[in-house]
């Protein structure tokens, strides 16, 4: 009985090992609250798109895999901050899109003279 008792403690605590170190594998990378959360979705769209593992977090903690729009309060205004996150092993090349990005949208809205 006490190696019973032995074996599942083990397997408890690797299993609560794997889990937070898991969990911390992600990076925010950018965040955002009220109505400048909307650019963030543009983004995680654009990562995603570009074949990056990416996430929306909001700050009670829950996973907004589509658009955020969930945590809109009345008015439509957003309530907390809102996180974009990006798998630490690809952090730097995100970073890198995301300029990437920003120096598209700046051209595409800089009118020609």
Not at 46 to 75: H, M
Request: proline residues 3%; positive net charge.
């Amino acid at each position: 009985m006490m190696i019973v008792l032995i074996v599942v403690g083990v397997a408890l605590i690797l299993f609560l090992a794997a889990f937070f170190l898991r969990s911390n594998r992600w990076k925010t990378i950018q965040s955002a609250s009220g109505d400048s959360a909307n650019e963030l979705q543009e983004k995680h769209a654009y990562l995603n798109n570009e074949g990056f593992r990416v996430r929306i977090r909001t700050d009670d903690g829950q996973s907004n895999p589509g658009i955020p729009s969930v945590n809109a309060g009345e008015g439509g205004y957003r309530r907390g901050l809102t996180k974009l996150q990006v798998h630490e092993e690809d952090l730097k090349k995100a970073a890198d899109a995301l300029d990437r990005f920003e120096r598209d949208r700046v051209l595409r809205q800089t009118p020609i003279m």
